[in-house]
């Protein structure tokens, strides 16, 4: 079984920084795409950050050139740098992996972790 803990979120001021961890479970596990979503209240859950296995991060616009999503392989862990914090940013924070087989593909999710950016 996969499992998928997030860390690193807290309180921050806007124009702050954050790092926030997604560990993943099981040696075997292979990430075909990792990623980061987040929820507001109120809101669809809408996607961060993602980066395939071999091909280039993409970012929602909003956060281009704020975020970096980056993985340790070694560690199974894929992290988000968050800089130039916003209120807008805050949300639960959530990754996802991806893992394909030759006939289907399952998604991986974590319980989240909240981000809060205010004064």
């Known amino acids: 079984q996969v499992q998928l803990v997030e860390s690193g979120g807290g309180l921050v001021q806007p124009g702050g920084s954050l790092r926030l961890s997604c560990a993943v479970s099981g040696n075997i596990f292979t990430f075909n795409v990792v990623g980061w979503y987040r929820q507001a209240p109120g809101k669809q859950r809408e996607l961060v950050a993602q980066?395939?296995?071999?091909?280039?991060?993409n970012y929602r616009e909003s956060v281009k050139g704020r975020f970096t999503i980056s993985r340790d392989n070694a560690k199974n862990t894929v992290y988000l740098q968050m800089s130039s914090l916003k209120p807008e940013d805050t949300a639960v924070y959530y990754c996802?992996?991806?893992?394909?087989?030759?006939?289907?593909?399952?998604?991986?999710w974590g319980q989240g972790t909240q981000v809060t950016v205010s004064s």
């Open positions: 996802k992996a991806k893992k394909c087989s030759s006939y289907a593909c399952n998604d991986y």
């Open positions: 980066a395939p296995t071999g091909g280039n991060a």
